[in-house]
């Protein structure tokens, strides 16, 4: 993270020779790179693409006001220094603006002298709190939970999870939809324990067959089956001392699970073809994106592994969820792919970013950062990503959900009727994605749909 050598100061008041006085003093006094801003549209484009660490603003401007303007500069840097400048007859107002954690409120005449001590309190707080957030994404990138991205309450959740279960040796079941980064949550619980200094070993046990799958877990012997030249150690010895991490374990075959049961058991292994068993120490992280427990309850998933793999478990939400992350996450990734690509896209629109919150990501945080990197390819040098850049199935939805065409004296069945047939149009009539949609469960809207004669 950066620190603050020059703080980013954003003056807003419609008097142009009144705020051009204020820009002076913050240049002047306080060191800043101030800006002026006539109307809270204008400090709003301010807000959205760049950092700001001091913002003074009237009380009341034009388009968009000050306490307004307060909520968005906190949402973009909840350490802001926001001095609203309110007449005397709004004191009652600019109280509130200190509830909603306005820095300092000021009348007119300014007291610049004051003013100058408060905002010099504010910067040295908000350096303060940069040098202890370094600190910590330095810690977080030696024990690797840099990629994991989100502020959401539901990520910090899982950040709590995977802290308080790190340093124990229990197996641990990681769930969540395809996408959503289990394998990162596995490795951050690797390189948060005691073993972070031991090999991690990961398996996918969707990708391969069965045959393949058991010699790549247990390893194999001289001549245990066609082609096996040489003896060979599976992940399981690999790993001794550190952590195996299998991904999709809800896809291997009976006769591997009662051989993974074995190990979880006996802490040891039986190479294919061989028979003496090998001491292995591992911790072993499963994931999937299927429910266990239906696949127990059809018989397809031995009960008594799956009792030995949720003896804890952490569920990753889906994107759609956690929409609150998508602004953190599409920042990162532009900056990522900026990197790997040399390119200099700068940010993206307000308009553009409307429309990803609005999308509802099927492929979550996976199918966000190949749609990022993409449009960062093609995107132009010192210009932000914006609405033409984004892909057709982006703009198709969200052109559906402008198009319901509601009017005035509309009844709630027909405004009703008219959002399951605009959905039901830009999910491609999937009927199960359109019930996640519209939060209401798949029986309901079938029962909706044949109610309505909608046709498909």
């Not at 073809?273 to 696949?295: F, K």
């Not at 960062?376 to 990503?385: A, E, I, K, N, T």
Request: glycine share 6%; aromatic share 4%; net charge neutral.
């Amino acid at each position: 993270m950066t620190p603050i050598e020059k703080p980013r100061a954003l003056v807003v008041d419609k008097d142009e020779s009144r705020g051009r006085e204020m820009v002076l003093f913050l240049e002047n006094e306080l060191q800043c790179d101030a800006t002026l801003a006539r109307d809270g549209e204008a400090a709003y484009n301010v807000l959205d693409h760049e950092l700001v660490q001091v913002v003074v603003t009237d009380l009341r401007v034009q388009r968009i006001d000050g306490l307004r303007l307060l909520e968005i500069a906190r949402a973009r840097n909840p350490e802001v220094a926001v001095v609203l400048v309110a007449p005397d007859a709004e004191l009652a107002t600019a109280t509130e603006a200190m509830r909603r954690g306005a820095y300092d409120v000021q009348t007119r005449p300014i007291h610049f002298e004051r003013l100058r001590l408060v905002l010099e309190r504010a910067i040295s707080h908000q350096r303060l709190v940069l040098e202890v957030s370094d600190l910590q994404a330095r810690l977080d990138h030696r024990y690797g939970i840099e990629h994991l991205t989100g502020k959401s309450p539901q990520m910090v959740t899982v950040y709590d999870r995977i802290r308080q279960l790190a340093s124990a040796r229990t197996t641990i079941l990681v769930t969540g939809e395809t996408g959503t980064g289990k394998e990162l949550v596995a490795k951050a619980i690797h390189h948060l324990s005691p073993r972070r200094n031991e090999p991690f070993v990961a398996l996918n046990c969707s990708a391969l067959a069965e045959g393949v799958v058991e010699s790549e877990l247990f390893g194999h012997e001289r001549g245990a089956f066609t082609g096996a030249s040489a003896a060979r150690r599976g992940r399981f010895e690999i790993a001794d001392g550190g952590t195996v991490f299998l991904d999709e374990v809800s896809e291997i075959s009976p006769n591997i699970q009662v051989k993974l049961l074995r190990v979880i058991q006996e802490r040891e292994v039986e190479r294919v073809g061989g028979s003496a068993p090998i001491a292995v120490d591992v911790r072993l992280v499963c994931a999937t994106n299927r429910d266990l427990r239906e696949l127990v309850q059809d018989g397809r998933f031995r009960e008594d592994l799956f009792y030995r793999l949720n003896v804890a478990s952490i569920r990753l939400p889906p994107l759609r969820e956690r929409k609150s992350d998508i602004p953190l996450l599409v920042d990162e990734f532009i900056q990522d792919f900026n990197r790997e690509n040399r390119k200099k896209v700068r940010g993206i629109t307000r308009g553009a970013m409307e429309l990803l919150m609005q999308y509802e990501w099927p492929g979550n945080v996976r199918e966000l950062r190949n749609l990022i990197e993409g449009v960062v390819v093609f995107g132009r040098d010192g210009q932000p990503l914006d609405v033409g850049d984004l892909p057709n199935h982006i703009r198709s939805q969200a052109h559906a959900t402008r198009n319901l065409n509601l009017r005035v004296g509309m009844t709630m069945k027909e405004i009703e009727q008219r959002a399951i047939e605009e959905t039901l149009k830009a999910t491609g009539y999937d009927k199960q994605r359109t019930a996640q949609i519209l939060e209401i469960g798949l029986r309901s809207l079938y029962r909706k749909v044949k109610q309505y004669e909608i046709g498909t």
